[in-house]
Structures are given as structure tokens and as C-alpha cells.
């Protein structure tokens, strides 16, 4: 069991960051595999979809498994302007997603804007490079 960070010894220190280093190049090494069968999957999904859709099927059945094509709108800002311009008029907030633009609120805050209801929180993270 590890003791609490507040009470750990300088060895239990540089052996948490000894195995934090190995899991994290574990981790890195099989999303680095993932990242290839993901680029995979969707080149066959775009190639099956297209193909499916050009020839008119309604789906494949190959060892009992049905593979169709699954059709969802979603709606998209094609004219932003406007659609921007009707949540001004309307106020209707609910229409969008909130969510902070961190790069454009830097940009405001480096320009000596305070933004408000934006407050700025410290996160932590570890960094490894050569010594």
C-alpha cells in the first residue's frame, strides 16, 4: 500500500516516478497500436459505407450478423451568421454547448481583458524529459 503523498520518503517518491514512467510508456506504446487499428477501421467503414450507398444496398448478412448503413441527421451551423445573430435576438442559450475556448480566452486575458464568470484554476500534470 502507498502512503499518503504528504508522508512519502524521497525512495517511495523516485520509485512511484520509476513505475509512472514505465506504465505511461506501456500506455503510449498501445494507443501508438490502437491508433493504427482505428485508422484501419475507418478506412474499411468509409469504403463499406460509400460502396453501400453508390450500390443501393440494404445490407450485407455474413454468419448471421446484418452490417447496413445507419442514417442520422445532425444539425450543423451551415450559415454561423445567422444562426449566431437568432440566439442574439431569441436569447435562447440552449441552443449551444458551452464550453470555455481556452485559446481565445488566453488571447483576451493577454490583451488585459478580464473575462467575466472565467476564473483561472491550477491543474497539475508531470512532465518527463532528459535531465
Known amino acids: 500500500m502507498q502512503p499518503t503523498p ?3 520518503t524521497r525512495s517511495e517518491i523516485e520509485q512511484a516516478v520509476t513505475e509512472w514512467r514505465a506504465v505511461r510508456a506501456e500506455r503510449l506504446a498501445a494507443e501508438k497500436v ?9 478506412q474499411l467503414k468509409e469504403f463499406v459505407v460509400h460502396a453501400m450507398l453508390s ?15 445507419r442514417t442520422t441527421e445532425v444539425p450543423f451551423a451551415a450559415d454561423r451568421l445567422a444562426f449566431e445573430a437568432y ?4 436569447k435562447d442559450l440552449s441552443l449551444l454547448q458551452f464550453r ?3 485559446g481565445a480566452i488566453r488571447e483576451h486575458m493577454l490583451a488585459g481583458e478580464t473575462i467575466p464568470g472565467i476564473e483561472l484554476v491550477e ?9
Do not use: F, H, M, W
Open 87 to 90: 440566439i442574439l435576438e431569441t
Open 34 to 42: 490502437a491508433e493504427a487499428i482505428k485508422q484501419r477501421e475507418t
Open 123 to 131: 491543474t497539475y500534470d508531470l512532465g518527463d524529459k532528459k535531465a
Open 100 to 102: 470555455p475556448a481556452v
Open 55 to 69: 450500390q443501393k444496398y440494404e445490407g450485407v448478412v455474413i454468419n448471421e450478423r446484418q452490417t447496413y448503413v
Open 6 to 8: 504528504s508522508e512519502a
